[in-house]
């Protein structure tokens, strides 16, 4: 499964976008990007997924680049109880998950 | 639709003493998968079972193990506890490769 990388933590302004970056260079033709949140030793959440084009739904958009080595998470109007470790997960063929350290956002008043 | 139900939610063992946890999948989910989260290691892999049959295993010693029902449910089990296997057990289902796996709310064990 290829690695991912993300910044150990972002701020960002209730009510403004929070776009969060993960580098999967390594990353292979039949491999999914997955987005999770815990918060607070909660169960992690799924957010979104994709291949290789841009994905939306409610919570959340997914980029994809072109060649697939990065990727970001944007959450359109960030709120409080956003805040949150957000992590990026390459898989592949298999329902395991390899987690990273992710990305410890905190969104501020 | 239910979510996936772990139990118990919290518990307290002794050294040298086994547990058993419990995972209830989303109805229809067929893939298992049990993770150990603590503080020092983050969100690690144990195993994956499908259809009854373990398919994935991470690299944990053999004293955990686990099983599928036929009816999807899972377990796992720590045999001969020690103080470092405290941590939080999350269990996810998904409805095969390429679906999304989703988390229950886990069980926090705390050997003393």
């Known amino acids: 499964d290829a690695k991912t990388t993300q910044p150990t933590s972002m701020d960002c302004a209730e009510g403004r976008a929070a776009n969060l970056p993960c580098n999967h260079s390594?990353?292979?033709?039949?491999?999914?990007v997955y987005w999770y949140r815990q918060i607070h030793s909660q169960g992690p959440q799924y957010i979104i997924h994709?291949?290789?084009n841009n994905e939306t739904n409610e919570m959340a958009s997914l980029i994809i680049t072109e060649d697939r080595k990065s990727s970001t998470l944007i959450l359109p109007h960030a709120t409080l109880r956003d805040t949150a470790v957000y992590y990026c997960i390459v898989r592949g063929n298999t329902d395991k998950l390899i987690f990273g350290t992710g990305t410890r956002l905190q969104v501020f008043p | 639709k239910a979510g996936v139900t772990q139990t118990p939610r919290y518990l307290i063992k002794t050294r040298g003493q086994q547990v058993t946890l419990s995972c209830s999948p989303i109805s229809g989910h067929r893939s298992v998968s049990w993770y150990q989260q603590t503080p020092g290691q983050g969100l690690q892999f144990l195993f994956e079972y499908f259809s009854e049959t373990q398919r994935n295993k991470g690299n944990f010693p053999g004293r955990f193990s686990g099983r599928q029902f036929s009816n999807s449910r899972s377990e796992m089990n720590v045999s001969t506890l020690e103080l470092g296997d405290s941590a939080l057990y999350l269990c996810a289902s998904s409805g095969g490769q390429g679906f999304a796996a989703f988390f229950g709310q886990g069980t926090r064990l705390t050997v003393v």
């Open positions: 390594t990353i292979s033709g039949n491999e999914y």
């Open positions: 994709g291949l290789k």
